[in-house]
Each structure stands twice: as structure tokens, then as C-alpha cells.
């Protein structure tokens, strides 16, 4: 049994008959008798609450739905039975999500039928697990209530925001357009692929020139180039102990999995292929390359249940992986974070090593919080230290980067704020200069 206000309300002004028994001992009689009314009446009122097989409750939610963004759970509560039913449904959201308003009160008719719908947001990449239904059902009277507890646990997954993926990546393809994240220049001489011819723009390289048609049609004639196609894309992410740290609310990692899905969604529109290789202390994904709109699904799939942990990254596993794999010359993107000299010799060493065949970009997530301790004028020792720190810190990062570039690698060191852009212009530029 559980109680309800209305009980409550009247076990209240029942009361009254003993706080005048304190003057009349008399009335202690009506205050007994009062409660064991009241108790009698409750009693029968849960006797005629409806039983669970009066009521059907279920769920229905997506298997799959979008991290960090708002998504839509329905509550069905249907009413069997040829007498009136009101109650509470609550659900058991996922405790990873954000969620409001999954208690719901509820009147049905006979034989009737309702559908009650919340939000919620989880908070993550990965599996999160909904608990079951719990129904509470007043009886006629309204003075007591039973509970019930439907089966309805469910996991769902939730993948990176696949809407926002699509904007954002046509978005970014767009050069023409300005967007929140950057915009994008692509010279019309790029690429190595012969297109078309047009008319010359003021400003274009003059060895883009075509001079016989420009004698025939006597105004100057350019040659349009496009990158080439079916190139081959090579997505390592690191999921150690380098990409735990948080950037506000997500780790590095969630912000290099955005930039590879959005990165990936801008290659295949180009027909390249895109492979992936996730590694941490031992390598725990691979996908080999291949093209089509139904390969940036296997990507998702491939991606979403990846957490960082505090393990050392094994680079050579995984770049020996790939180099056994990949015979074609690639395009290795590698999302890290080259904390110091000492933690990023391994990336160091690995892309000297396979800078004979493929073209090693190496995508550094850097943390902006380092920059303004570094810069800070130290007003006491303990920010006098603080600066010290951030500023070797930021050396180290400055080095370690400037011998990745020595060593031929390409390297984009960008907030996570500003990794997406980074990222697809390095690609859009190394497709544009033909260097793979």
C-alpha cells in the first residue's frame, strides 16, 4: 500500500478529536474511532486499486540515438479493463542522460489509451541502459495506491549527433559559404585532374593559363583542375591515457572522434576510401578502407563505444598494423595529443618510419587552457609556478611539433573548438596540391 495526500489530509483532521481529548478525555474515543474509519476505508480502497493485468505500460525509444543531443522517449500506457484508471507512470532513464519530466500523471477511460513523451541527453559516446516502467494506480476513493513494475529495460546507443555530422560536414564542404567553424578556401587551379576550362579570374596562378584556348577565343582561358579520386584515407585515434583529459564537459578523445567522423564524411563525398584503426594499449578496432555513403555507418558503429583509458599507447602495434595492411599510399591522419617530448617520441619515431610510403598528418588536439597561465604575469609563487609549468609545457608541444614537421609529417595543432575546420582544410589542401 502507499499512502496518498488525500489520506494524509484526512489522517491529519483526525487529530483534532485528540488534541481535545487533552482537556475532555472523553473525545480520545473520536480520535480511535476517526482512525480506525479511516484505516478501514483505505484498506478497501487498495482492495479495489486495479491489478497489473489492468494495465499495459511499455516503452518506445530508438536503439540508436544521438549524444549530446536532445532525444525523444515515449511512454504508452494502455487501459484493459471496462472501469476508469488514474494514476502515475515514471520511468527509469538512463542515470549517464540528462532527462526531465519522466513522471507523468495519467486518467484513462475504459479501455482507453495514452501516449506521454519526454526528452533526454546523454551525456556521452557509448551504451546507456534504461530501467523498467513503474506505475502507481489510485483506487476509486483516491486514499491509497498500489505499485507496479513493468519490464522494460533497455540499452540503447548513442552515437555522435549524426544530424549535426551532416550539417556540419555539408557545411564545411561549402567554400563559397561562411560557418561557425571556419571557412574553407579552395583555389579553383587546385588538384591535378583536368575538369574544365573557364574564363581567367584576376588573382588565378598564370601557369594555369591555357594559352591555345586563350588565342582562340581571344580572352584568357583558365584550366580547372580537380583533386584526384579513390585516394586512400588512413583514421588512427589514440584512445590512451594522452586523450583522457577534458576540454569543459568531454575528453579529447570525444572531440577527435567529431573531427575524424566529420573528416571521414568529407572523404567519401570525395570518393576517397576511409579506413580506421582505434588503438590504446593494444589496438581495439579496425576497418579497412573502402568507399560509399554505407561505410560512414560501419565508421559509427566502429566508433561510438570508444573511452579513453589510462594505459600507454602502443604506436607501433598500431602503425605496424596498418603498414602491413596498407600496401597503397595513404594518407595516415592520427589523432594524439603530444603532451611532451618524452610521451610523443613514440609518434616521432613511427612516422620517420613510414613517411617512405604514406603521408603521416599527425592531429594534435591542443588545450587552450594551457596558453593563458603561460602568458599570465605572476602576481604570488604559486602562479609564478603555474606559469613556469604551462610555458614548458607549451615548449615542449612547440618542439615536439617542429620535428614531426622536419621529419616530413604534416601536423595540425588546434583547439577542440576549432579541430573540425583544422583538420578538413589540411585535407582539402593536401588533396588540392596533389601530394598524395
Known sequence: MVPTSRLAALATLGLLPAVVAIAWPPAVWAAVAFDLALLAAALVDLRRCPRARALEARREVEEVVSAGAQNRARLVVENLSERPISGTLADAPPPTADAARFRHPFSLPPRGRVELTYLFNPAARGDHHFGDLHL??????????????????KRV???????????DALALARPEEETGLARLRRSLGEGREFESLREYIPGDDVR?????????????????????????VMLLLDCGRHMVSRIGERTKLDHAVDAALRLARISLDRGDQIGLCAFGSKVSA??????????????????????????????????????????????????????????????????????????????????????????????DPETAYTRAAARRIVRERERTIARLRDAGAHVVNAPATELCAAVINEYLEIKGRGLL
Open 208 to 232: 594555369v593559363i591555357d594559352w591555345k584556348a586563350t588565342a582562340k577565343r581571344q580572352k584568357p582561358i583558365a584550366r580547372q583542375y580537380e583533386p584526384e579520386r579513390n585516394q586512400t
Open 286 to 379: 579496425y576497418l579497412p578502407p573502402k568507399r560509399g555513403r554505407q561505410h560512414l555507418r560501419a565508421l559509427v558503429d566502429q566508433l561510438y563505444p570508444l573511452q579513453p583509458e589510462l594505459v600507454e599507447s602502443d604506436y607501433d602495434e598500431a602503425f605496424g598494423l596498418v603498414a602491413s595492411r596498407i600496401k597503397r599510399r595513404s594518407l595516415l591522419v592520427t589523432f594524439t595529443d603530444l603532451l611532451d617530448e618524452d610521451s610523443s617520441r613514440s609518434v616521432l619515431n613511427r612516422t620517420l618510419h613510414v613517411r617512405a610510403r604514406h603521408l603521416p598528418l599527425v592531429v594534435a588536439v591542443a588545450d587552450s587552457a594551457l596558453l593563458g597561465p603561460a602568458r599570465a604575469v605572476p602576481t
Open 157 to 167: 546507443k548513442a552515437y555522435p549527433d549524426l544530424n549535426a555530422l551532416a550539417r
Open 136 to 153: 502507481r494506480v489510485r483506487g476509486p476513493w483516491g486514499l491509497a495506491q498500489r505499485q507496479y513494475r513493468y519490464a522494460a529495460a
